[in-house]
Every structure is written in structure tokens, then in C-alpha cells.
């Protein structure tokens, strides 16, 4: 299976960009690259998902490389509710499509 | 539109006894997923099910534990005969569409925190 390598953590200051890195060098043509993200004693929550172009939503954007061997979740004006752990998922096939999780980036917002 | 419902949140087993968690997907969603998460680790896939069938297992242990989505009603993730290494948080995720769509998105419940003494 494909995986995802992340720092363990990270601090940001409130209201200040955040950039969450992610390196899937095993990653192949047809994965696609999803983030998640989950706060404590919750499930995760859907941030944002790409194949090769970079992508925006309201939440994030997501920044991948030409090469798709690492990509960067952006948020672009941290809260103390953006406070999680956030997961790059690559979205695999091995029979079924499947999520594999890596073990994610604790991310600390300071005020 | 209610979110997935997992129930019981919390959960607690004597070594050997049977685990019955329930997950109740979105309004509208047909296919759920199975994780399982140990203290600070990601999400480990289990199982994928359709209504009334089984798609993907392989992530699922050979014995003891089973899963099902009927027709009618939530799914169960059933686990026999419980062992100290069953503790771990159990996720339910629903999704209207396949795996393997473009638009392929999961929706998580809150999950269940299963505690085997």
C-alpha cells in the first residue's frame, strides 16, 4: 500500500497561514489525495481532495507537486478551531477503492 | 440532515464477551466503512458494505469479528469473545456514491470507544 509521511506536529500563530506538509513518494497514477481532519474525541471531517491539479475550497486549498510525490495542505488564516489533527489520505485501489490513513499532524493554534 | 450515528459512544467488555457497535449513516447514503484507531494512530480500514452485502473485508481480523448492513436498520460491527487488544476506537463512515467516484467523500460518526478489561 501507498503511504503518507507527516510531522508529528506543528504550532501556528491565530491568524497566520498555515502550511501542513505531506510526502506520498510511492504514490500511484491513480490515487487521489485527500485531508481530513479530526478534532479531539470526534470523527474525522472531509477538508479538501485532489488528484494532480491544486485545489481551494473554503476550508483549505491544496497544493501538489508536479510530480505527486508530496502535496501541502494550506489553511490560509489559522483559529483556535482549526486546532486537530489533520490526515493526508491517499485515496488507494487494492480490490476496492480504499483510504489509507497515515498518523497525521497535530496541529497547535496559538493565541 | 443528522449525521452518521454511531451508538453506543462508549462501550465497556469483560475479556470473552460479545461487542455489538451500531452505525446508522447519513439519510440517503447506502455504502459504510468500518476504521479502527488505536491510541495516537490514524485510521485503519476494516470493512467497506453496501445494503446487504459485504464489498471489501480485508481489513477485517479472520476471526471473531463480523459486520453487516441490512436491508433495513443500522450496521453492525460485531466482535466475539473480546481480548484486551480489541480497546480502540471504532469509526463508522457513510458515502451516497461507490468508492471510487471523483467526488468520492466520507462522512464520519462520532465513533465508539470500546474498553475490554
Known amino acids: 500500500d501507498a503511504k503518507t509521511t507527516q510531522p508529528n506536529s506543528m504550532e501556528s500563530n491565530e491568524e497566520e497561514p498555515v502550511h501542513l506538509p505531506c510526502n506520498h513518494s510511492t504514490i500511484s497514477g491513480t490515487d487521489y489525495i485527500h485531508w481530513y481532519r479530526q478534532l479531539p474525541s470526534q470523527g474525522p471531517e472531509y477538508v479538501i481532495h485532489g488528484l494532480t491539479s491544486n485545489v481551494n475550497n473554503r476550508m483549505a486549498s491544496l497544493a501538489i507537486a508536479e510530480d505527486r510525490k508530496s502535496s501541502t495542505l494550506i489553511l490560509h488564516r489559522a483559529t483556535l478551531r482549526d486546532a486537530a489533527v489533520y490526515y493526508c489520505?491517499?485515496?488507494?485501489?487494492?480490490?476496492?477503492?480504499?483510504?489509507?490513513f497515515g498518523t497525521g499532524t497535530r496541529l497547535k493554534v496559538l493565541a | 440532515n443528522a449525521g452518521v450515528m454511531q451508538n453506543p459512544r462508549h462501550l465497556v467488555r469483560r475479556r470473552g464477551q460479545e461487542a455489538r457497535l451500531r452505525c446508522s449513516p447519513m439519510k440517503g447514503h447506502s455504502h459504510v466503512y468500518w476504521y479502527r484507531q488505536l491510541p495516537e494512530e490514524g485510521l485503519k480500514f476494516m470493512v467497506y458494505?453496501?445494503?446487504?452485502?459485504?464489498?471489501?473485508e480485508s481489513g477485517m481480523p479472520k476471526e471473531r469479528f463480523s459486520a453487516e448492513f441490512p436491508k433495513e436498520g443500522p450496521s453492525i460491527l460485531r466482535i466475539q469473545q473480546v481480548v484486551r487488544g480489541d480497546s480502540a476506537a471504532y469509526f463508522c463512515a457513510s458515502s451516497p456514491l461507490p468508492a471510487g467516484g471523483l467526488k468520492d467523500t466520507q462522512y464520519f460518526g462520532p465513533g465508539t470507544r470500546l474498553t475490554v478489561l
Open positions: 458494505l453496501q445494503k446487504e452485502n459485504i464489498i471489501d
Open positions: 489520505i491517499l485515496r488507494s485501489y487494492s480490490g476496492t477503492y480504499k483510504y489509507i
